[in-house]
Protein backbone atom coordinates (compact mmCIF):
# COMPACT_ATOMS: atom_id res chain seq x y z
CA UNK A 1 0.00 0.00 0.00
CA UNK A 2 2.72 2.73 0.76
CA UNK A 3 4.41 1.95 -2.77
CA UNK A 4 1.34 2.37 -4.46
CA UNK A 5 0.93 5.64 -2.60
CA UNK A 6 4.64 6.10 -3.43
CA UNK A 7 4.11 5.42 -7.16
CA UNK A 8 0.63 7.57 -7.48
CA UNK A 9 2.68 10.72 -6.06
CA UNK A 10 5.79 10.37 -8.47
CA UNK A 11 3.16 10.12 -11.44
CA UNK A 12 1.45 12.84 -10.18
CA UNK A 13 4.34 14.95 -9.50
CA UNK A 14 5.64 14.33 -13.01
CA UNK A 15 2.11 15.40 -14.47
CA UNK A 16 2.28 18.21 -12.78
CA UNK A 17 5.86 18.97 -13.98
CA UNK A 18 4.90 18.53 -17.54
CA UNK A 19 1.67 20.53 -17.84
CA UNK A 20 3.69 23.32 -15.93
CA UNK A 21 6.40 23.29 -18.42
CA UNK A 22 4.37 23.05 -21.75
CA UNK A 23 3.21 26.60 -20.86
CA UNK A 24 6.15 27.95 -20.02
CA UNK A 25 7.34 30.86 -22.57
CA UNK A 26 10.17 29.91 -25.14
CA UNK A 27 12.25 31.89 -27.50
CA UNK A 28 10.42 30.99 -30.67
CA UNK A 29 6.86 30.39 -28.75
CA UNK A 30 4.47 32.17 -25.94
CA UNK A 31 3.04 31.22 -23.13
CA UNK A 32 -0.66 31.70 -22.07
CA UNK A 33 -0.28 34.66 -20.36
CA UNK A 34 2.12 36.51 -23.41
CA UNK A 35 -0.85 35.08 -26.32
CA UNK A 36 -3.24 37.00 -24.29
CA UNK A 37 -1.36 39.96 -23.91
CA UNK A 38 -0.33 39.78 -27.51
CA UNK A 39 -4.21 39.21 -29.02
CA UNK A 40 -5.30 42.54 -26.63
CA UNK A 41 -2.36 44.74 -28.62
CA UNK A 42 -3.60 42.62 -31.66
CA UNK A 43 -7.25 43.83 -31.67
CA UNK A 44 -5.87 47.82 -30.03
CA UNK A 45 -4.09 48.02 -33.01
CA UNK A 46 -7.25 46.67 -36.02
CA UNK A 47 -9.77 49.37 -34.12
CA UNK A 48 -7.03 52.48 -34.27
CA UNK A 49 -6.78 51.35 -37.87
CA UNK A 50 -10.48 50.75 -38.52
CA UNK A 51 -11.06 54.51 -36.79
CA UNK A 52 -8.75 56.26 -39.55
CA UNK A 53 -10.86 57.15 -42.17
CA UNK A 54 -8.33 57.78 -44.98
CA UNK A 55 -6.93 54.23 -44.12
CA UNK A 56 -8.18 51.30 -45.86
CA UNK A 57 -7.58 48.87 -43.08
CA UNK A 58 -9.86 45.99 -44.22
CA UNK A 59 -7.01 45.03 -46.44
CA UNK A 60 -4.05 45.67 -43.35
CA UNK A 61 -3.33 42.29 -41.51
CA UNK A 62 -2.15 43.01 -38.25
CA UNK A 63 -0.52 39.84 -36.21
CA UNK A 64 1.99 40.22 -32.85
CA UNK A 65 4.06 38.44 -31.43
CA UNK A 66 5.53 39.16 -27.56
CA UNK A 67 4.72 43.20 -28.69
CA UNK A 68 6.25 42.90 -31.99
CA UNK A 69 3.32 44.05 -34.34
CA UNK A 70 3.63 42.83 -37.62
CA UNK A 71 2.05 44.88 -40.95
CA UNK A 72 0.93 43.10 -43.74
CA UNK A 73 -1.34 43.59 -46.54
CA UNK A 74 -2.22 46.13 -49.27
CA UNK A 75 -2.07 49.94 -49.02
CA UNK A 76 -3.22 52.40 -51.93
CA UNK A 77 -0.10 54.82 -51.00
CA UNK A 78 3.24 54.44 -49.41
CA UNK A 79 1.91 57.69 -47.71
CA UNK A 80 -0.71 55.36 -46.02
CA UNK A 81 2.08 52.49 -45.03
CA UNK A 82 3.37 54.85 -42.33
CA UNK A 83 0.17 56.51 -41.39
CA UNK A 84 -0.46 52.70 -40.50
CA UNK A 85 2.79 52.34 -39.09
CA UNK A 86 2.67 55.56 -36.89
CA UNK A 87 -1.08 54.56 -35.79
CA UNK A 88 0.36 51.55 -34.21
CA UNK A 89 3.66 52.57 -32.53
CA UNK A 90 1.10 54.46 -30.36
CA UNK A 91 -1.20 51.73 -29.40
CA UNK A 92 0.37 50.47 -25.75
CA UNK A 93 2.17 47.33 -25.75
CA UNK A 94 3.69 47.48 -28.66
CA UNK A 95 7.22 47.54 -29.00
CA UNK A 96 7.97 47.19 -33.01
CA UNK A 97 6.45 47.57 -35.72
CA UNK A 98 7.02 45.17 -38.61
CA UNK A 99 5.93 46.84 -41.80
CA UNK A 100 5.60 44.41 -44.65
CA UNK A 101 2.53 45.88 -46.49
CA UNK A 102 2.68 46.42 -49.93
CA UNK A 103 1.77 48.94 -52.51
CA UNK A 104 -1.24 48.42 -55.09
Request: hydrophobic share 40%; net charge positive; proline share 4%.
Amino acid sequence: MKLFKLVSGVITAAVVALTLAACAPTPTQEGTGGYIDDTVVTTKVKTKLLGDEALKSREINVETFKGKVQLSGFVSSPQMASRAVELTRTVPGVKSVINNMQVK
